[in-house]
């Protein structure tokens, strides 16, 4: 797991090197699920466009602070185009992180749909 703190502030997640492989899950990869679970853990399901593979984005001890779902016409996966370790205003000040340690977290999708959650880290998964 990485952890939120060891995360580069504005690095866009969606083009890296994880499981000492580069991916790009903006071009190569289908976002196929977004699912919440009790006790705060957020899971983000990948499907490759050319051979199947499957990757997971796993958050832990998340909050979600706003989220923008909608349906569509005619669009069965969604395109990641952004995701990032960002800063949020509190009371007039920008801050990175929340008293848990937790880092402030912006996902968005080509399509339009936006999470914004504060997560103490991520790991990646490949199945």
Known sequence: MIQAKN??????????????????????????????????????WFKGIKDDALISFKFSD????????FNFNKVENLTIDNLYRGKVEREGALI???????????????EGQKLEFWSSGLAVEMK
Not at 62 to 69: P, S, T, Y
């Open 7 to 44: 995360i580069e502030l504005f690095k866009n997640l969606t083009q890296n090197e994880y499981c000492d492989k580069w991916i790009d899950f903006h071009n190569d990869f289908d976002c196929i699920k977004v699912i919440l679970k009790i006790g705060g853990l957020l899971i983000i």
């Open 62 to 69: 998340v909050l979600i602070e706003g989220m923008e779902f």
């Open 96 to 110: 990175e992180f929340n008293e848990e340690g937790s880092g402030y977290f912006y996902l968005e999708f080509d």
